[in-house]
């Protein structure tokens, strides 16, 4: 990989981010349109626990080019990997104990930011 496909991967990589906060923005209004402020919440949470893993993944794994350091990027990866299922898991935790949280919407919001990154490929090609 060059260089310059590095970079492009990287810049996709945090389009796929904004593009997954967008949706988690737009599922936010739709449930305060459709119900109320706390669903809203709710499903902004949700996305948002989709999203900062995502990020800090993006942050690691696109840190190094492969032209440099094969073993550094994997490394990347597997750190990034790794933060990424631990910060989930942890902004799970934290968002579950909260009081004013709809469950079902919470969930519904996460479920449908990360149906987002899961399309990606359709809508994000080089």
């Not at 991967?9 to 997954?20: E, I, M």
């Not at 910060?87 to 009081?99: D, E, K, N």
């Not at 079902?104 to 990360?114: E, Y």
């Amino acid at each position: 990989m060059t260089d310059k496909n590095a970079a492009l991967a990287r810049k996709s990589a945090y389009k796929l981010v904004l593009c997954q906060l967008a949706v988690a923005g737009v599922i936010a209004l739709a449930f305060f349109l459709a119900a109320d402020a706390a669903a809203a919440k709710s499903a902004f949470k949700g996305g948002l626990v989709a999203v900062i893993p995502n990020c800090v993944f993006v942050f690691f794994a696109f840190r190094y080019s492969a032209l440099n350091n094969a073993n550094a990027v994997l490394a990347a990866f597997m750190r990034g990997q790794s933060l990424k299922l631990i910060l989930t898991a942890v902004l799970l935790a934290v968002v579950f104990t909260q009081q004013q949280l709809v469950p079902g919407i919470f969930l519904t919001g996460f479920l449908l930011t990360l149906l987002a990154q899961w399309t990606a490929p359709v809508f994000f090609k080089h």
